[in-house]
């Protein structure tokens, strides 16, 4: 009778510790708080030096909503973080990818229904976006800083772009203005929606036929924060917030990412 006394207390504390998420998962595979683990923590590594995976990105492009654990273990491995043992709905990746020749590594989210069925998926940091939205891409398209005068870099990006939408047949596009924290809201805010009007207009230019919505976010959804102390510091620290995104969707279908160059993502940098 002790040793059941003793035994029922420690295997429910075990269930405890290994059951569950990091992140509070829904019935319905949503969460109102994420958490992602630390790059190394990733039990992919195995001799330290390196993190994460090269994920064949065509593979991350087939995933979506609906899918078991063993249709997505097949595309992209199973997940690269300890988050328990048991009843597990939450699986994480950290992809590698190389931007001007530089290793960078991108985190990947995936939380599953009661069901075990994938239901969101979530990338961090937020540049990083590769659920048939954006994607990645070497940040040699800008804009100069503070304008949204397009660079001969983001014209040619743009083109690529322009064929890869009517290539698909792509009835519906959206681009979405950003700017970096410097300056007032409603300046940032004007200065987005220029860019994408830019884009937008250098699109239809290129002979894209699609409806093509304008968005601006200004400052909003930033993907990375500075604290530099100068001023020209901070521009060039804050340049990966200052973007266009380029989003498409076919009417009935799953978004489509659009390649821009060996990489893919269609986001452009000023």
């Not at 593979?59 to 997505?72: E, L, T, Y």
């Not at 994938?118 to 040699?140: H, I, M, R, V």
């Not at 040619?156 to 700017?179: C, F, L, M, P």
């Amino acid at each position: 009778m002790k040793y059941y006394q003793i035994l029922l207390p420690a295997l429910v504390a075990t269930s405890v510790v290994g059951c569950g998420n990091l992140s509070d998962v829904n019935a319905d595979g949503t969460s109102n708080h994420l958490v992602w683990p630390k790059i190394s923590q990733d039990t992919f590594n195995h001799d330290g030096s390196e993190f994460g995976s090269w994920p064949n990105w065509n593979n991350v492009r087939i995933i979506h909503r609906g899918m078991n654990k063993s249709q997505i273990r097949q595309l992209i491995g199973n997940p690269q973080f300890n988050e328990g043992f048991w009843g597990v709905r939450e699986w994480d990746y950290a992809f590698n990818y190389q931007e001007n020749g530089v290793n960078r590594i991108c985190q990947y989210k995936i939380l599953f229904d009661k069901n075990m069925n994938a239901q969101s998926f979530y990338w961090f940091p937020n540049q990083c976006k590769f659920d048939g939205q954006t994607a990645p891409l070497n940040n040699e398209v800008l804009f100069a800083f503070n304008k949204a005068d397009l660079t001969p870099h983001a014209q040619a990006t743009i083109k690529r772009v322009a064929h890869e939408i009517q290539s698909n047949n792509i009835q519906n596009v959206s681009v979405t203005g950003y700017t970096d924290r410097i300056g007032g809201n409603d300046y940032n805010l004007n200065l987005a929606k220029e860019r994408a009007m830019m884009v937008k207009q250098a699109l239809i230019a290129d002979g894209v036929k699609a409806n093509i919505s304008t968005f601006a976010e200004g400052e909003a959804d930033p993907v990375k924060d500075c604290q530099n102390s100068s001023q020209n510091a901070l521009i060039a620290c804050l340049k990966p917030n200052r973007r266009v995104e380029i989003t498409a969707k076919n009417l009935g279908q799953a978004n489509t990412e659009l390649k821009a160059g060996t990489q893919g993502p269609a986001i452009l940098y000023k």
